[in-house]
């Protein structure tokens, strides 16, 4: 009879110490910011992953992942990417990844020095945005656009002299649509519709 709390007190134990790095991604535009895509606005996409547990003290932030590639659906492909920034890699030159003729972008990586270095700009937020994407429908269409990214593990610094863990990765993707008129006048289109059946 006392095994199972036992039982359930290791259970506990390992969990607590799973450690799980979550990656998900935001959406806006560049109109009224509703994350509805309107004619002349473009969608504004957000890559972001958060770390549990969070690493709260000193040196605690995302230290490397990747690669990986953001993939398209094929609505994703007939527009057009007028903004790609890679927030955390500090190198020698910003990796962005390679952009190919469907808007999938390609091996992106992210990377930065643990805070002990000094004079460079350490991040420790938590969630932490990785990569913001700006990109412009070819046709206002009704149409949904779908971005997979997978999820690779992070590692994850645990103090400011670069000592890390390794956090496996899950979650990814976005759907996001893109609508032929502002929702409010759309809406207004289908009362008005309504009403006139009503009369009928």
């Given at each position: 009879?006392?095994?199972?709390?036992?039982?359930?007190?290791?259970?506990?134990?390992?969990?607590?110490?799973?450690?799980?790095?979550?990656?998900?991604?935001?959406?806006?535009d560049t109109g009224n910011g509703d994350g509805l895509i309107e004619p002349g606005e473009s969608a504004v996409l957000t890559l972001w992953v958060g770390f549990d547990p969070r690493q709260d003290h000193a040196g605690g932030g995302v230290s490397a992942s990747g690669p990986y590639d953001i993939l398209g659906s094929a609505a994703w492909a007939s527009g057009t990417i007028t903004e790609r920034t890679n927030h955390m890699w500090f190198g020698i030159d910003e990796d962005t990844g390679t952009l190919d003729d469907d808007n999938n972008i390609l091996g992106i990586e992210?990377?930065?020095?643990?805070?002990?270095?000094?004079?460079?700009?350490?991040?420790?937020?938590?969630?932490?945005?990785?990569?913001?994407?700006?990109w412009t429908p070819d046709s206002y269409t009704p149409q949904a656009v779908t971005l997979m990214?997978?999820?690779?593990?992070?590692?994850?610094?645990?103090?400011?002299?670069?000592?890390?863990?390794?956090?496996?990765?899950?979650?990814?993707?976005?759907?996001?649509?893109?609508?032929p008129a502002p929702a409010s006048a759309a809406a207004f289109g289908l009362c008005a519709i309504a009403a006139l059946r009503r009369r009928r």
């Amino acid at each position: 009879m006392r095994a199972a709390p036992i039982v359930i007190l290791a259970a506990t134990a390992a969990a607590a110490h799973a450690q799980v790095a979550t990656w998900y991604w935001t959406v806006s535009d560049t109109g009224n910011g509703d994350g509805l895509i309107e004619p002349g606005e473009s969608a504004v996409l957000t890559l972001w992953v958060g770390f549990d547990p969070r690493q709260d003290h000193a040196g605690g932030g995302v230290s490397a992942s990747g690669p990986y590639d953001i993939l398209g659906s094929a609505a994703w492909a007939s527009g057009t990417i007028t903004e790609r920034t890679n927030h955390m890699w500090f190198g020698i030159d910003e990796d962005t990844g390679t952009l190919d003729d469907d808007n999938n972008i390609l091996g992106i990586e992210h990377f930065q020095y643990p805070a002990f270095w000094g004079g460079l700009s350490f991040d420790d937020a938590n969630p932490v945005d990785l990569v913001l994407l700006r990109w412009t429908p070819d046709s206002y269409t009704p149409q949904a656009v779908t971005l997979m990214n997978g999820a690779p593990d992070v590692y994850v610094y645990i103090d400011v002299y670069g000592s890390n863990l390794l956090y496996s990765g899950t979650g990814g993707g976005v759907t996001f649509h893109i609508v032929p008129a502002p929702a409010s006048a759309a809406a207004f289109g289908l009362c008005a519709i309504a009403a006139l059946r009503r009369r009928r």
